[in-house]
């Protein structure tokens, strides 16, 4: 019997590495940052921009994900109880389109900066909690805690996933946490139970 050899990484669907999918230039510029902010660069492992979610993230909004093809998105729309799950107009997609706009404006018109992008990392954070806590009330319809949750929630399975999605980049995430990665067989990290021959 053959040894089973590593391959090459596959890359994710779609075939390209880089390029927006989903997301305008901008809107990316956007992502990248909350991103960083949110998983930021330790010496422990690497942050949320390195491991690669802002790809990941763009591509998810491109695909099933983003149109919400397992949300149910009728209305009507009246504001719902945590319990009640994701309760928007908005796909995924269009959500962070709005949201993203909604911040630069708020950013705009509040802090006097032009963008999100331009802000100091520290008022970035300050922005990313009021979104978080519902402080800060986004224009257009954009429910900023909803957004928030969303964004972070993204931005966790983008840096967790497995490397085939476009995230967590050389399955830096997972060799941080001592996860060996999706191998078809785990039974060179597994002990035999007590008394049992390998």
Avoid: C
Wanted: glycine share 14%.
């Amino acid at each position: 019997a053959r040894a089973w050899v590593l391959g090459p990484p596959e890359h994710p669907p779609g075939g390209a590495v880089n390029g927006d999918a989903y997301l305008q230039p901008v809107e990316a510029a956007v992502g990248e940052r909350a991103v960083g902010r949110l998983i930021p660069n330790d010496p422990v492992g690497p942050g949320g921009v390195e491991a690669n979610v802002p790809f990941f993230l763009d591509r998810q909004l491109a695909g099933p994900f983003g149109r919400g093809d397992h949300y149910y998105l009728g209305g009507p729309w009246p504001k719902g109880t945590p319990e009640q799950g994701y309760q928007s107009r908005y796909n995924p997609a269009q959500l962070y389109r709005a949201a993203i706009a909604a911040v630069d404006r708020y950013v705009g018109s509040d802090l006097g900066a032009p963008t999100f992008v331009k802000l100091a990392a520290s008022d970035q954070d300050k922005v990313l909690k009021g979104l978080e806590s519902g402080e800060i009330a986004l224009a257009g319809g954009v429910d900023s805690k909803s957004f928030f949750a969303m964004l972070l929630q993204n931005t966790k399975e983008g840096y967790l996933s497995d490397p085939i999605y476009g995230g967590n980049k050389d399955m830096a995430a997972w060799k941080m946490i001592g996860f060996p990665g999706a191998h078809y067989a785990h039974k060179k990290w597994v002990s035999p139970p007590a008394g049992r021959r390998p």
